[in-house]
Structures are given as structure tokens and as C-alpha cells.
């Protein structure tokens, strides 16, 4: 991972100049998600929070972005019609783009592009429908992440992106709830996810 992490810091950092110092974006987004679990109990890993959550995804994303360092805030809602799980997560990390259109193109952030990125986050998992406001007692997981994101697209405008994102991420979560402690390792369990989404996403760039 920390091969990982230091190829996609080198890959950002020798990206194409870009005018972009400084900026904020917000974007939506919705697809699909699958999850397995790959360690823990047997009781747990069956109980695991990817692994049994609806395959429909959508959700928001809100994040700042200074040269090629990102932080996110992100939130996206699981469901299947009759059920939702939503996951909540806060991350930062490393992120790149890089235009594929003609020189002019993207000094006006026209054209299509590619972006990368590798972060670790923080997430909480609720196993159903948040009713605010949210207490630890809604919460069934919590997790800390590694994850990777490809993506492509073009660009609407100086301001819109629309494009596709598959994040993967691998995770150590814990159990939370009535009986769950996190020096029990019981309540522990390890476990790989992944999305395929669609992304509309807004830029501020303020640098």
C-alpha cells in the first residue's frame, strides 16, 4: 500500500500544470455498491456491513483540494427499495486529474480527463434509515479505510464535471451496538468494497 500511495503522489505531482491551487467541490453521485468480508468470526463476517447492505448507492461528496492534497466528507445512502444503510465517511489524501483535451481546452477545464487518488478515511455505518439526530445507538459499524479511486469524464463547463468513479477500498471495522467493545476482537472483522458510480460534480476554484 505505501507503493501505492507514493506512485500516485509521484503521478500527481508530474501531472500537467494546472492553474488549480485552491479549490472546493461538491458533487452527486449514484450507482452501485458490493462488499465481501474477508476476516474476522464467522458470526460477524455474516453480519458484515458491505457485505449484506443494498446494491443501490447514492450520495454526496464535499471536499477541498490544495495543489494535489484532498480532505472529503462524504455520505451516500444504500437501498432496495424497501431497505436503506447509510455510510458516512471522512477522509484525506492524495488526488490528480488530468486533462486529455488540446492545450487550449484545458487551460478553459474543457475536454475529457482522468483523475486518481489513494486516502484513508474514517466511516459510520447505520444498518438502516438515520433518524436525526443521529446517536451512537443508530450506529452498527465503524471502520477505518484504505482506499483507491479511478475515474474519467469530460467537462460540462469551467465549473461542471460529469463523469464515471470506482472507488475500492479495504477496511478494519468493528461492531458497534449493545454488547460490542473495541478491545473485543470478536466484534472485529475485516472486509473489501467497491462502487461503480455516475459523478456530477461542481469546482469552486478560489486559486
Not at 506512485?7 to 479549490?23: C, E, G, N
Not at 492524495?94 to 481546452?105: R, S
Not at 438502516?128 to 477505518?144: E, G, M, R, T
Request: hydrophobic content about 45%.
Amino acid at each position: 500500500m505505501l507503493r501505492v500511495l507514493s506512485l500516485a503522489a509521484v503521478l500527481v505531482i508530474a501531472r500537467p500544470a494546472s492553474a488549480d491551487v485552491l479549490k472546493l467541490f461538491v458533487e452527486g453521485n449514484g450507482g452501485g455498491v458490493i462488499g465481501k468480508a474477508t476476516g474476522g468470526d464467522q458470526a460477524v463476517k455474516d453480519a458484515a456491513f458491505f457485505a449484506k447492505a443494498p446494491h443501490g448507492a447514492y450520495g454526496a461528496l464535499v471536499g477541498a483540494e490544495f495543489l494535489f492534497l484532498d480532505g472529503w466528507i462524504q455520505h451516500h445512502q444504500f437501498t432496495d427499495g424497501s431497505r436503506v444503510a447509510t455510510w458516512t465517511q471522512f477522509g484525506i489524501g492524495v488526488h490528480g486529474t488530468i486533462d486529455t483535451g488540446d492545450p487550449k481546452q484545458q487551460k478553459a477545464h474543457e475536454g475529457g480527463y482522468v483523475e486518481f487518488g489513494v486516502g484513508g478515511w474514517f466511516g459510520l455505518g447505520t444498518g438502516q434509515q438515520v433518524v436525526p439526530p443521529l446517536s451512537n445507538s443508530q450506529i452498527s459499524d465503524k471502520a477505518f479505510l484504505v482506499e483507491g479511486r479511478l475515474g474519467a469524464g469530460t467537462h460540462l463547463s469551467s465549473v461542471f464535471d460529469l463523469g464515471v468513479t470506482v472507488p475500492v477500498s479495504w477496511g478494519y471495522f468493528f461492531k458497534n451496538g449493545d454488547g460490542a467493545a473495541v478491545n473485543n476482537t470478536s466484534t472485529h472483522y475485516r472486509s473489501v468494497q467497491g462502487e461503480a458510480l455516475v459523478v456530477l460534480r461542481a469546482n469552486i476554484r478560489l486559486l
